[in-house]
């Protein structure tokens, strides 16, 4: 907590409140000539021109707040796969028994305020990670037939072998049906009916390879 | 014989296809479609920022919010914000969207180059998220200006006001004093931790911090502003 600094009279008799200028100055003040963040990502990108780029590159220097989202930002583009399609990674799938793969982030709705039931709501995206590999999962309607769910998604990290995916009931080794990941990662199950599954990604040659658990397909 | 067909001569439809085909095995698309396939995403951009297609937009949208949502759920700071991958994702579509000039697209001139704008747009959007998670509030009841009419000082910019404060400090220790705590947001003790080389301990922060309180409120203009006169 700030030590408080002692109130003082001014000349005409009023107090000076110091604790209130601090405040309002710290509000008032705060990052007032740093670059926004999206000027700061252009000037990475060699989008800016002269001199405004000399002048961010001053104040990264001079700012550690800067200089802190700056790194951070170089960090962050410096991911793989980042701005590619996946790379392979010859025969990891391979090497693999039975990956259980963590659910990152819990299911996403395309819209705050859809109305239960509607196409909106049943729309959701999930993020799963299971070692080296992310999987992105988007459970939307299926307009070829309007009663059932598509389950979209999209590997990142593999792609070597040939994979292939599949809905299975919960514990079962065998997929109700499969279909192959494109080269891009990329994979479509249709027609899925609504309930609990264990999504199924193997490699070829079948073995084992990451089990996605309890993904519920809603009504 | 093929006619020669440009990308620019498709439809949006048709390019949307390329552009999906591209990333997959080539199946069943014409010859000269799979051709020109590498390019059709990079055309479907150019529609939707030089020709504000919002059509075009909305397909690249569908085509890649799962790689954006994969980058948001990937960025160090989202998991600290409490907020939802998808709300973060939507937002960077939409700087893209405003931010991102015929000018500046032509500049780029790639595919890669725009996925790196766009993934640029991704950290963006979660940085200003913390930024302002961070940005100091002000006590407004304790600082209501007594006077009924605006001073001067209420109407000046940010930078106008820096220029008031900082010319009030004398020496380069009250100048970092002073930015550190109003334009970085440091607290005392985080300040003298943080330039441990130039200040002796925290307690000297506080000296030179009421040192620079004493004289700027003799400055009348800051007196009138930040001061009440009950």
Known sequence: ?219 | MHAEISLEQLSLREVAAACAESQRSSTNQSRLVAQEAPNACLELFRRAIKERDQAAWDIIYEQYRRIVFSWVSRNPVFYSTGESAEYFAQDAFMRMWRHLTPEKFDRLNDLRSLMAYLKMCVNSTLIDFMRRQDQPTEELQETTPHAEEPSAVEQLDRAQLWQLVSGQVQNDKEWLVVRGLFVWGYKPNELSTKYDSVFRDVKEVYTIRENVMNRLRRNRAIREYFGTND
């Open chain 1, 1 to 219: 907590m700030n030590e408080p600094i002692k109130s003082t009279d001014s000349a005409d008799g009023s107090a000076f409140q110091p604790e209130a200028f601090v405040n309002r100055a710290a509000a008032w003040l705060f990052r007032y000539d740093c670059p926004d963040s999206l000027e700061l990502g252009e000037y990475y990108l060699g989008l800016v021109a002269e001199p405004r780029r000399v002048w961010i590159k001053d104040h990264i220097g001079a700012c550690p707040l800067c200089a802190s989202d700056f790194a951070g930002l170089k960090s962050f583009m410096a991911q793989t796969d980042a701005n590619e399609q996946p790379m392979a990674r010859p025969g990891i799938l391979d090497k693999i028994q039975w990956l259980i793969a963590e659910l990152l982030q819990p299911p996403q709705t395309g819209l705050a305020f859809a109305v239960r039931g509607s196409d909106e709501a049943v729309r959701a995206l999930r993020a799963y990670s299971a070692g080296d590999y992310e999987i992105t999962l988007d459970v939307s309607v299926d307009s070829a037939h309007p009663d059932h769910r598509q389950v979209t998604g999209l590997i990142l990290g593999a792609l070597d072998t040939p994979i292939t995916i599949g809905l299975a009931f919960p514990g079962e080794v065998e997929a109700l049906s499969t279909v192959s990941l494109d080269d891009a990662g990329n994979f479509i199950l249709t027609d899925v009916a609504s309930g609990t599954y264990d999504l199924l990604i193997r490699s070829v040659d079948n073995s084992p390879s990451i089990r996605i658990p309890d993904l519920v397909i809603p009504l």
